[in-house]
């Protein structure tokens, strides 16, 4: 695969280890999304977007 994209081994394989591990903001955005699915759960599913934002 290297040889087709024209770039050295090992450019490769760090390229293609950093896509599988997820960034910081990533793993921020799947906290928070727990967190409202959490908060839609307990309200039972009535809560909408403005209720559970003043949570």
């Known amino acids: 695969m290297a040889k087709v994209l024209c770039v050295s081994p090992s450019g490769f394989y760090a390229w293609n280890i950093s896509c599988k591990q997820t960034s910081k903001r ?23 977007a403005r209720r559970i934002q003043e949570t």
Do not use: L, T, V
């Open 26 to 48: 990533q793993q921020a955005q799947q906290h928070r999304d727990e967190r409202i699915k959490a908060a839609f759960d307990d309200s039972k599913q009535q809560n909408g």
